[in-house]
C-alpha cells in the first residue's frame, strides 16, 4: 500500500529522545499534528506541566521549544492506543537498556520495550503506517520489528481490514545538553530503508528545516549499524584521551596541550579529545557492550576484544581518579569532608545514567568520608537512587547513617571541607572564588580538578593544593 502524505506522528517515548526530537519535528512541521506518549504517566504529566521548570528534563532551548508548540500542533498523551490508531507515522524512541540477567546479561540489548512497542503498533495501528526506529537498535532488529508486525498484518487482513506497513530505520545523533542545536542543525540525517516512497516521505519532512546534502539515505542493516559504530568511535577517542592524561601525569607534560597539537592534524580533528573522568550516559558503555555482543556472535572475538578495552579504560579512569584523591588525602578519608561539584553526566544535562560521579562518590564513600554533593541540576532524590544502587561494602545501614548530603550551592557544599573534587564542567565551576572558599575549607585543602576547568594558578596563590588529570607539572 502507498501512502501519499503524512499528517499525523505519533512518537511512542517521551524521553531524553522522544520529547526534544519531536518537538523540534514540530516546530519545523506546523501542518503536522505530533502526539508523544509514554506508559509512565507521571512523565507526560510533567511534559504537560504549566510551569517548564517541571518539565522532565533539563535541555538549553528546550522550554522556549515546548511553550511555542504544545498544545498546538504538539502534544503528550498518555494514550498510546489512540495515538497509534490515528497516527500515518509512527517513532520508536523507547528505552534499549544492556540486559541485566539471562543470555548475553551486561552486554546485549534488552529490547523488551521495543517488542512491546511494535506489538502495540500491531495492534492498534490502522491503514498503511510508517514505522521508524528512533532507538539505537542492534543490527537487524527491524527484522524483528517486520516479523510482529506482519503477523499482526496477515491475521489482520483475514479478517478483510488492511492494515500494512513499512520500516524506516532513522536513529538520533544528539547528544544531551546541546540538544536543541544538534536537532536543529544536525552533521547528517540517516534513513535506513527499502521502502523508496515512505523513505521519501520521512525525508520531506527533515527538508523543512534540513538541508538536502544532509539526509543520507541507505539499507536498514547499514542504518542500524552506523549509529552503533559513531557512539563506539566517539568513546574510543575518549578512552585514548584518558589513556594518555595518565601518561602525561608521568611525563610532566600537560594533556590539554597534547590534546590541542594533535587535534590540530585535519585528519584527527579537535573534537572529543577533551580528557576527563571518564564517559558517562546511558549510550556510550551500552551500544559498545552491544557491538561486543554482535561481535562475539559472529565469532569476531579479537574486534569483540578491541572494543572491550574502550570500556575497561573508562572503567580505570574512574578507579584512578578515585584512587588518586585518597593518596593525597594522607591515604585516609575517615573523618573528612569532601566536596563534590557536579553530579550530572556532563554539563547542562540533569542526567545522571552511567555518571562517572556515581562510582567516584561510591569509593569515597567507601574510605569512609562524609559527602557534600552540589549539582545545580539534579535533585537530590536522583542522587539518592544513584547512591543507593551502588552496593557500598560495610555500611549495612547505609541510608540511616549521615554520610552525604545534597548541598544547596558551592559554599554549602565546601563549608568545612577538606577538599573539593569537580566531577562536571558546569560553568559555575570554571571562575570559583577561592579567596572565599579557603577562608571556609580545613587546612590543607585540596581541589582535584578532573575537568581541567579551573585557573590553577589563582587556585594555588590563594592557598589550595591542586592536582588537575593530566597536569604533570
Ligand atoms: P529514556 O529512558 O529517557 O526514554 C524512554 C521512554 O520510553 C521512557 O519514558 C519509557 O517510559 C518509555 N517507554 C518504554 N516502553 C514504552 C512503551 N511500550 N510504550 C510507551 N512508552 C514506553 O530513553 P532515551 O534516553 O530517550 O533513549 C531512547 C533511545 O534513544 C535509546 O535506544 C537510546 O539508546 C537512544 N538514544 C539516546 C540518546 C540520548 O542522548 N539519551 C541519544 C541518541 C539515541
Ligand atoms: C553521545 C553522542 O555524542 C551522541 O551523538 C549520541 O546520539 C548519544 O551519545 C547517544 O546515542 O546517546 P551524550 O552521551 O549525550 O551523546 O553526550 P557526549 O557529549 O557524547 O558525552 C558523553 C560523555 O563523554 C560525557 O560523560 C562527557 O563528559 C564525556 N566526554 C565527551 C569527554 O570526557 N571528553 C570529550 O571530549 C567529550
Sequence with gaps: MKKRKISNICCIGAGYVGGPTMAVLADNNPQLKVTVVDINKQKIDLWNSKDLKNLPIYEPGLSQIISKNRDKNLFFSSN????????????????????????????ASDLKWVESSAREVAKYSKGHTIVVEKSTLPVKTAQTIKTILLAYEVRDNRQNKSKSFSILSNPEFLAEGTAINDLQKPDRVLIGGDDENAIKLLKDIYLNWVEESKILTTDLWSSELSKLISNAFLAQRISSINSISALCEATQSNINNVSKAVGMDKRIGPYFLEAGPGFGGSCFKKDISNLIYICNHYGLTEVASYWENVILINKWQQKRISKIIVEKLFGNLSEK?????????????????????????????????????????????????????QKITDTDDYFKKNIWEKAKDIYEACNNSDAIVILTSWEEFKNLDFKKLYSIMKSPCWIFDTRNIIKPLEAKRNGFNIWKLGDGF
Excluded at 355 to 371: R, T, V, Y
Design 80 to 107: 498510546v492506543s489512540e495515538a497509534i490508531a490515528q497516527a500515518d507515522m509512527v517513532f520508536i524512541s523507547v528505552n534499549t537498556p544492556t540486559k541485566k540477567k539471562g543470555f548475553g546479561a551486561g552486554f
Design 337 to 389: 569532608k569532601i566536596s563534590i561539584l557536579g553530579f550530572a553526566f556532563k554539563s547542562n544535562t540533569n542526567d545522571t545514567r552511567e555518571s562517572p560521579a556515581i562510582s567516584i562518590c561510591k569509593d569515597l564513600l567507601e574510605e569512609g568520608c562524609f559527602l557534600s554533593i552540589y549539582d545545580p541540576k539534579v535533585k537530590r532524590e536522583q542522587i539518592k537512587n544513584e547512591l543507593k544502587s
